[in-house]
């Protein structure tokens, strides 16, 4: 009997040497709060995935949502974060800086497509022509994200308004929102993946890069109001959207311009090392933004700033993956 009890202390002691150095290493990892744009998901989990192969002691924890929120999470919420990516990098000018941001780097741009499936209704007959015929068809399920919370809420309004500019059809965009129903207006765009790929929705506006990651059919629309080409920003211009701003009761506009993400370093955050590095990585040709690409969103390289004073507020670990430029 006291020969089995010896046994088992020993079993257990070696057990427990064995794990809890285990656990105390695991614990000791460097936790890094990343709060992102629904339309980076993909991506960020594969730059996540070789950061930490890259750096095993910094164990990456990201956020995914509409934009507007995940910022409005950090500067009205106060939750902690490390960085920020925004779809639309004004997000962070007006949500972020200069009070809980120094710069605002633009790194990626996306263009808006129409997905479906082979289920969903006239998915035969659908074209870069007829869309638009299609969507305002009665029993004909179609939907997009809170322009209140995610850009590409707001970014779809603005592609409705374009195509009855560039198409000449007065009172289009109306026509096509008023045969679409509330209820398929969702907090972010990429929950509008699974509802397309159920067949509960027939159509669902996306960012061209959601599209190719989720293997989803698209319709590409042309470059004047897919918000896609920097070069139409002209024409981008004459589509506006209203938005609640910051204080509720307030409103804010927002006008057309072509798609453009930004990413930021939150001041004061937990982990500045860690972030400093995950951003390098993110920033660099041969890591973040080579998946970026491979992913269909085209990255900038090098990256952008507005302004030199801006480029002087970058940490020096990664400012040579900038350039400064309008």
């Known amino acids: 009997m006291k020969k089995m009890k010896f046994i088992l202390f020993f079993t257990i002691a070696i057990f427990a040497i064995t794990i809890i150095p285990l656990s105390v290493n695991a614990g000791s990892k460097t936790k890094l709060t990343i709060f992102h744009a629904g339309s980076l998901t993909v991506p ?43 779809a639309d990098y004004k997000v962070i000018d007006n949500n972020l800086i200069p009070k809980f941001a120094d710069f605002n780097i633009r790194f990626a741009t996306n263009q808006l497509v129409l997905c479906y499936t082979d289920q969903s209704k006239f998915a035969k007959e659908i074209n870069a022509e007829n869309w638009y015929k299609i969507l305002e068809k009665k029993g004909v399920d179609w939907g997009h994200s809170d322009p209140n919370l995610d850009p ?61 990651q989720h293997n989803l059919k698209y319709i590409k629309m042309s470059e004047h109001i897919n918000l896609g080409n920097y070069k139409y920003d002209a024409f981008y211009k004459l589509a506006n959207v209203k938005v609640t701003g910051k204080k509720p009761g307030t409103w804010i506009t927002k006008k057309g311009k072509s798609c453009t993400y930004g990413i930021t370093l939150i001041k004061n955050c937990p982990h500045p090392k860690a972030a400093k590095l995950f951003l390098k990585f993110l920033l660099s040709p041969d890591h973040g933004l080579k998946t970026l690409k491979e992913m269909g969103q085209p990255p900038f390289i090098p990256c952008r700033v507005p302004t030199k004073t801006m480029a002087d507020k970058i940490p020096s670990e990664f400012a040579n993956l900038i350039e400064v430029k309008e």
């Open 44 to 86: 960020f989990a594969k730059i996540e995935k070789d950061f930490e192969a890259k750096y095993p002691d910094i164990d990456v924890q990201r956020e995914a949502g509409g934009s507007t929120k995940m910022a409005r999470m950090i500067s009205e919420v106060g939750k902690p974060a490390d960085i920020m990516a925004a």
């Open 152 to 212: 590409c809420g707001y970014r779809t309004l603005m592609v409705l308004q374009l195509a009855e500019k560039f198409y000449n059809i007065k009172g289009l965009a109306k026509k096509l929102i008023d045969n679409r129903p509330k209820k398929n207006i969702r907090p972010k765009a990429v929950e509008l993946v699974n509802l397309v790929k159920t067949g509960n929705m027939d159509y669902a506006w996306e960012y061209l890069s959601v599209a190719i």
